[in-house]
């Protein structure tokens, strides 16, 4: 018992306790927005999502056609605001920190981490559907069949309750689900994995490279599907970077935006013109087109980080920025 008071003096002590903090803080305000959802879907809506699985919220969608806006603002409370935002912006009080100063809410960004940001999100595409192609074929051990049965039903039933959740007949729609999609949770996950999760890693071991794989380790493991595991661990990483990089978490948010945006007016286009192969769900690139996009995506990084270089030359008085930059080479 002696020893406690020490080991909470070191560096894996101070880790260690934080991490307890700040997983605290997800199981109380997960139960908190799922509180709120569930009681303003049942107010608003009058729906009833107390112990319930997907597949009667499947169901539901066929049958009650309030269930998908009501899941709309239960996701947003639950899935977004409660278990993401609320811990990232208490977190750094946890640390001794100004909020506004952890996550880097107000650094000045030069223009072209904006333009990379975008210019990557599209890019990527192909890259990340290889990857999903590459965790879709990879199997269990013959042992562990009925475990794998398991997760593709699961998996199955996601991807049928995310096509109902992104259905958009109307210009309407599509907005709304740009904002429950796209804009709230790039916003609230980036503040929370990138902002509050990959910040307080870095500063506990001075290793950016570290603080980035970890946090995009993590959040792909919270999406819970293990045959997306890997494309949503490949954009954490690029994510990651863009944040380690720019030093502004709003570069970050605005990627993330840009990932979610376009999987969703894709939906939607492909829901108007379904004869446009490359719209489908279950279109492939051609193997040297997702190459290239990886050659592209490196490249566009390694550019990134010579702007940046480029302008501390040109400003000394911006050197603040190279910290992070140093770390990742």
């Known amino acids: 018992m002696s020893q406690t008071p020490a080991l909470l003096n070191t560096q894996w002590g101070f880790f260690i306790s934080r991490m307890f903090i700040l ?3 997800l199981l109380v305000f997960t139960a908190v927005g799922t509180l709120a959802g569930i009681g303003l879907v049942k107010l608003i809506y009058g729906l009833d999502f107390t112990n319930i699985n997907m597949e009667q919220i499947i169901e539901m969608c ?3 056609p309030n269930t ?4 709309k603002l239960f996701q947003t409370f639950a899935g977004s ?9 208490l977190f750094p009080m946890a640390l001794g920190e100004k909020t506004i100063h952890f996550l880097n809410l107000k650094k000045p960004v030069p223009y072209f981490s904006w333009l990379i940001a975008i210019a990557l999100m599209f890019v990527v595409i192909p890259a990340v559907s290889w990857l999903y192609q590459f965790n879709q074929g990879m199997r269990f051990p013959e042992a562990w069949k009925e475990f794998e049965t398991q997760i593709k039903q699961m998996e199955t039933q996601a991807g049928e309750l995310t096509r109902i959740f992104l259905k958009a007949n109307s210009m309407g729609m599509l907005m709304l689900n740009l904002v429950v999609v796209a804009v709230i949770p790039a916003i609230c996950e980036e503040f929370f994995f990138r902002g509050a999760l990959q910040n307080f890693i870095r500063g506990c ?4 490279m570290v603080a980035i794989v970890f946090a995009a380790l993590i959040f792909s493991g919270f999406h819970g599907q293990f045959y997306g595991f890997l494309p949503r661990l490949f954009l954490g990483i690029i994510l990651g970077y863009l944040y380690a990089s720019s030093g502004n978490i709003w570069v970050a948010v605005l990627a993330h935006f840009l990932n979610n945006a376009i999987a969703i007016i894709v939906s939607y286009t492909a829901g108007l013109y379904p004869e446009i192969a490359i719209l489908s769900e ?3 690139f051609p193997v040297y087109i997702s190459i290239l996009s990886m050659l592209i995506v490196i490249g566009l990084i390694a550019w990134h980080k010579k702007l940046f270089i480029d302008l501390i030359f040109q400003h000394p008085e911006n050197s603040s920025n190279l910290n992070t930059l140093d770390k990742t080479a």
């Open 62 to 64: 066929k049958d009650e």
């Open 205 to 208: 071991f001075n290793n950016e």
């Open 68 to 71: 998908i806006p009501a899941l």
């Open 81 to 89: 605001i409660g278990i993401f935002l609320i811990p990232a912006l």
């Open 282 to 284: 279950d279109y492939v």
């Open 23 to 25: 997983i605290g803080m």
